[in-house]
């Protein structure tokens, strides 16, 4: 199961960014979003980003704390956020730019599309099929 | 943030000592006047005195989002307003795109300024952190190129920007706001007043979060809205698509206005863009209509320019207005407009109107420093440029066609197209006595965003289910008053008007609702609109204008329209004046266009009453 962006068809409205704080945050700001319309100056480009479940993924490999695990069904990254202690080694290892870092309950912890367990709001939401979930 | 869409602070700004301050919304007036153009009119009509000079530090520039602004809702907007230079009536000038989410992301409703820097500045919000920075080295810059370097500044590319260019800081009475990037607060000269200000940029960055009312049924009133929102005309083509309905309909002002249909209107419609410019299409946040078309020029001088694709009125007044049917060189002025901080709309009308003064012969080569004719593009764009720079000649057309005209003289007024000093825009009246109803009473002047109700006179059944005949003038001030109250509160929600094809007053309520918890109905949605139209007419009636300035230019009232469907007709005065009698009774205004004590009264807007008492 993956997520796969057809940048041709980005509006850059980040209408999945909203959402997907919507849904997983149960507020609205695109910036705790779990997928980021990534623009290139000046507006030629648009194209949603999140995780893309890597085969062998260097997020989980560089944990120092265990924290992320491959969830067996869907192989989206999983964050157990009670043992996340928000060092961001992730960040840097993740070679899409997919995971980002957010306060919870003001700890600091990482943040990674979980596939909504195999039903992505984001792409039910896309007005323009920009995201589709390839099974 | 308060649990209902609102950020519930207001940032205030004053320029004169660099004082900056936050203040609580006022929730009371917010559930009566919901915001944008209502809630923060209000707030300007309050606080703003009467008849002071648009460009002095007393003017008040309000940069206003609503309780939908932020949130899922499709096609959320805001509002600059402020007291117009060019027409010294109420304005509200409305901006798509991504920054006035990013305001209330930071936390603010809206941002009031007032006063006026010794010194250029930008103001930076960083959330709760608020300052003034020099903009010292952006002075004369471009809109995109002070865009850029302000993120480069910050050292975040993410950050929201409005500006102001070139045109903004010579005052010149039509300079528009850029945002976040050629998305423009165009119409009525919001920059002019920004620059007057000595304000060049305001740029935004907002972690916060927003909470409305009820996050799950707000998600299904937006599923709804999307569904009603699919097959919308503006998906397709953009406002583009208008092209080729407005010049069969004979809408499309040709050379000036002095016809309504151009043989080479083609050239210019969605359709040819789209073979030739078009490369990608964006929306405004979270919007599912994705109106705007990224270009690029691929022929000729220009190739190699990324610019904003053609939209109908720039087609209309850069290209046909002007006589120019070359589709990359529109493309151009108008990326000339957006750069140097113009609005693209008035400039078109001011090009065209120096072309027929040179057909005239009321203006000489020398005056001008080249030889002016309809088509002439190099010409056009040179005089944008002088415009912008206030150079020679352009100083004066910088002033707007109506002051241009009069110094000008010789007659130039009679075909100076413009209401109350704002340019008409290309949706001239003739053919439709209920489009001229419409912008001879529109608050900000020559403006087809006050009620468009050219729909409804070629077939469309009113929303109250009577059908119009095109040219006579029965049932036109109704369906006027009906789309002006429409609008009023639409665009006090803030939403943009491109979704109210698809979606109806229902619709909006339920947006609404979800997101403040008000429970508005339909009735009470259109009530609003009727009082937030009361209070601006109210504000322009104390700064002077009654029924003496509800007029039309001259050219639609006594020169027969030469050709396309309604050819030969004008709105006489004596048609012009039926609709208004019959309109102010229906408003509930005296003959003299002023609300009366009982209509103010019905409408809850007492303290309005004795302010336009005083001024008597």
Not at chain 2, 38 to 58: A, M, N, Q, V
Not at chain 2, 116 to 132: G, H, M, P, R, T
Not at chain 2, 285 to 292: K, S, V
Not at chain 2, 608 to 615: A, H, K, S, Y
């Amino acid at each position: 199961m993956k997520l796969v962006s057809h940048s041709e068809n980005c509006t850059g409205c980040r209408i999945c960014e909203a959402i997907c704080s919507a849904v997983k945050e149960n507020t609205i700001n695109p910036r705790k979003a779990r997928i980021h319309v990534v623009t290139a100056y000046p507006g030629i480009v648009d194209s949603p980003v999140a995780c893309r479940q890597c085969d062998e993924p260097p997020c989980v490999d560089v944990c120092p704390v265990g924290a992320l695990n491959v969830d067996q069904k869907t192989k989206a990254i999983l964050v157990d956020a009670n043992t996340c202690i928000g060092c961001e080694l992730c960040v840097n290892a993740c070679p899409y730019g997919a995971v980002t870092i957010h306060f919870y309950n003001r700890k600091k912890t990482a943040r990674i599309c979980d596939l909504c367990h195999g039903d992505p709001s984001c792409v039910k939401w896309c007005p323009f099929a920009a995201i589709e979930l390839k099974t | 943030m308060l649990p209902n869409g609102y950020a519930g602070k207001i940032l205030r700004i004053d320029l004169s000592d660099e004082k900056i301050s936050k203040e609580p919304l006022n929730m009371e007036l917010a559930r009566k006047f919901i915001g944008g153009k209502g809630l923060f009119g209000k707030i300007l009509f309050d606080e703003l005195t009467p008849r002071i000079d648009p460009l002095s530090p007393e003017n008040m520039l309000i940069f206003a989002t609503g309780p939908l602004t932020g949130t899922l809702a499709p096609s959320n907007r805001a509002v600059v307003i402020t007291k117009s230079p060019l027409t010294g009536t109420f304005l509200d000038s409305y901006f798509g795109g991504v920054f006035s989410q990013e305001l209330k992301f930071a936390g603010y409703d809206a941002i009031i300024v007032q006063g006026k820097a010794k010194d250029l500045f930008y103001l930076w919000i960083d959330d709760d952190n608020v300052e003034l920075r020099s903009a010292k080295n952006l002075k004369g810059m471009e809109t995109s190129r002070t865009n850029s370097r302000i993120k480069d500044e910050i050292e975040d590319n993410t950050i929201k920007i409005g500006c102001i260019g070139p045109a903004g800081e010579r005052l010149v009475r039509f300079a528009c706001i850029d945002f976040d990037i050629h998305r423009q607060a165009g119409r009525g000269g919001a920059g002019a007043v920004m620059g007057s200000k000595n304000l060049k940029a305001v740029a935004v960055r907002g972690t916060k979060d927003i909470e409305v009312a009820d996050l799950d049924a707000h998600k299904e009133a937006v599923k709804e809205a999307h569904v009603a929102l699919k097959d919308n005309p503006y998906t397709s083509l953009g406002t583009s698509s208008s092209v080729s309905f407005a010049n069969d309909q004979g809408f499309f002002p040709w050379r000036n206005f002095q016809d309504q249909t151009f043989k080479e209107a083609e050239k210019l419609s969605g359709e040819a863009q789209r073979d030739r410019i078009w490369i990608k299409r964006r929306a405004c946040y979270a919007c599912p209509i994705r109106c705007i078309y990224i270009s690029m020029l691929k022929r000729g001088a220009f190739s190699g320019v990324v610019v904003d694709a053609i939209e109908y009125e720039n087609a209309g007044m850069l290209g046909a207005s002007c006589d120019i049917s070359d589709t990359e060189a529109v493309a151009y002025s108008n990326y000339l407009c957006d750069e140097l901080g113009l609005d693209a709309i008035s400039a078109g009308n001011i090009v065209g109107f120096v072309m027929e003064c040179f057909q005239k012969n009321l203006l000489k080569k020398e005056a001008v420093g080249f030889e002016f004719k309809f088509g002439d593009f190099g010409a056009q764009m040179a005089l944008i440029k002088m415009i912008a720079m206030r150079e020679g000649f352009g100083d004066v057309l910088a002033e707007g066609v109506m002051r241009a005209a009069q110094r000008i003289g010789k007659g130039a007024e009679s075909f100076a197209i413009h209401i109350r000093g704002l340019e008409t825009p290309a949706w001239p009246p003739r053919g439709s006595p209920g489009m001229g109803l419409a912008l001879a009473t529109s608050d900000r002047g020559g403006c087809h965003q006050r009620g468009w109700p050219i729909g409804y006179e070629l077939g469309s059944p009113t929303p109250y289910g009577e059908t119009l005949d095109r040219l006579t003038l029965s049932g036109k001030p109704k369906i006027v008053k009906w789309e002006q109250d429409f609008l009023s509160a639409l665009y006090s929600l803030v939403e943009c008007e491109f979704s109210r094809s698809m979606l109806n007053a229902n619709h909006y309520c339920k947006l609404l609702n979800t997101v403040t918890g008000f429970g508005i109905e339909a009735d009470e949605y259109m009530k609003i609109g009727e009082r937030v139209w009361n209070l601006v007419r109210a504000f322009n009636v104390r700064e002077g204008f009654t029924r003496v300035q509800d007029t039309l230019p001259q050219r639609f009232m006594i020169e027969p329209l030469p050709s396309g469907p309604a050819k030969g007709h004008v709105i006489s005065l004596q048609d012009l004046n039926k609709m208004l009698n019959e309109y102010y009774a229906l408003r509930g205004w005296d003959e003299r266009g002023v609300p009366t004590q009982d209509k103010l009264a019905q409408l809850e807007l007492e303290g309005v009453l004795n302010q336009i008492r005083m001024e008597g």
